[in-house]
């Protein structure tokens, strides 16, 4: 028994429910590559962004700074198809698997986490 409270996936409408947005009526939801595992960027969405994410086939965002919807790829043609969709334990982070078309990041580069890497201290696992 995982100790998870089940979610209500009968329907779209459903499924929406079951996530727990925010103060602000948005939830994270972290964009990974099918296939390659690779996260490619971040992006966030309330209630009609993830409902239109559902039922569409394409990932919907909600725009913070725009205060608007927006459809990856509309304009740049750098399309995100949906492949799955998961919520985490807490029921307030999404993960969307997607087949990217072209670039994810505005930049151009096929993951916003290309080449901006921070200076760590890597951990080594006890022997």
């Not at 807490?90 to 290309?114: K, M, N, P, R, Y």
């Amino acid at each position: 028994m995982s100790g998870l409270a089940p979610l209500d996936i009968s329907s779209p409408e459903a499924a929406v429910a079951s996530v727990s947005f925010d103060e602000n009526g948005l939830a994270p939801a972290i964009i990974q590559e099918r296939g390659t595992g690779r996260v490619l960027m971040l992006g966030y969405v309330n209630a009609e962004a993830l409902r239109r994410t559902l039922t569409e086939g394409r990932v919907t965002f909600w725009s913070r700074s725009r205060r608007e919807y927006w459809r990856k790829g509309d304009t740049s043609g750098h399309a995100q198809y949906v492949q799955s969709v998961a919520v985490d334990c807490d029921a307030d982070t999404l993960l969307i698997e997607v087949i990217q078309v072209g670039a994810a990041c505005h930049t151009g580069a096929h993951s916003c986490f290309d080449e901006r890497d921070i200076p760590a201290v890597i951990g080594e696992l006890p022997a």
